[in-house]
Structure formats: C-alpha cells, structure tokens
C-alpha cells in the first residue's frame, strides 16, 4: 500500500530508481528514510530489505525483514517474507 505521507512517497521513488539502477547504497539510503517517514510504507521494507540483500548485509536484511513482517497482513506475503528472514538469517 502507498504511503499518504508525501516524504515517504518522495523518498521511496528515489530509492525505488537508485535499485534500478543496481545504486543500492543510494537505495537503502532514500528507503530507510521512507520507512522512517512512514513506518507502516510496506514496500519501501520491501525494497530495503532487497537492497541489503544485494550489497551483502545479512544481518540489516534480517531485522528489515522483521520490521516488514510486524506490518504484512497478507498470509501469503508473510511465508514469503518467513522464508527471507531464515535464508538472511544463514548468511549473517
């Protein structure tokens, strides 16, 4: 669900643009401040929790996982993120 929160939509795009563009220092940099803006912005967790995956960060991976699981209310997204958080867990 988009967030109603104008900051957290602003920084999410720009994060959402830096991931396509395999920037995912930049990315987690503009989705952390999205979910910071916007705690309840379930796909600005979504794509921080990608980006630190990509650059390596198991352990900052896991616990976003985590804070997007408090907030998914979709069963099936829920396995999905249940099935990250034990593989972010392995590479931590």
Known sequence: MPSSNLTARISF???????ANNQFNDAADHLRAAV???PRFVE????LAESYEKLGYG????????AL????T?????????AR?????QRV
């Open 13 to 19: 795009e720009q994060g959402r643009t830096a991931y």
């Open 36 to 38: 910071e803006a916007d």
């Open 44 to 47: 600005a967790h979504r794509y």
């Open 59 to 66: 352990h900052r991976a896991k616990k976003a996982w985590e």
């Open 69 to 72: 699981l408090r907030i998914t």
């Open 74 to 82: 979709d069963p099936a997204e829920q396995a999905d993120i249940q």
């Open 85 to 89: 958080i034990s593989q972010a867990g």
